[in-house]
Nanobody, 115 residues
């Protein structure tokens, strides 16, 4: 069993920055892909960014160049640095990891960007 705890959300003005983190705990040997999703009010959950264990990254077009995903394998933690935030980035952000044959999700952290 893997538990994920996200932190770092909050309220920021447009153009500002926030950094999210997601720490995995439990009887962990090797976490594979790690990803961030987000869900805005009234919208479907959307994939934002992903990173492989080896560090290869991918982003949805709307955050390319503004967000950076990274990970620390020794700490079983994934990060999301968000710069140049826009009101459209307002959402609950969730981390998710692939471990073994299972997929685990965090509880989510709210990010609100005011105009």
């Amino acid at each position: 069993q893997v538990q994920l705890v996200e932190s770092g959300g909050g309220l920021v003005q447009a153009g500002g920055s926030l950094s999210l983190s997601c720490a995995a705990s439990g009887r962990i040997f090797r976490i594979n892909d790690m990803r961030w999703y987000r869900q805005a009010p009234g919208k479907q959950r959307e994939w934002v960014a992903g990173i492989t264990r080896g560090g290869r990254t991918n982003y949805v077009d709307s955050v390319q160049g503004r967000f950076t995903i990274s990970r620390d394998n020794a700490k079983n933690t994934v990060y999301l640095q968000m710069n140049s935030l826009q009101p459209a980035d307002t959402a609950v952000y969730y981390c998710t990891v692939d471990y073994g044959f299972n997929n685990y999700w965090g509880q989510g952290t709210q990010v609100t960007v005011s105009s």
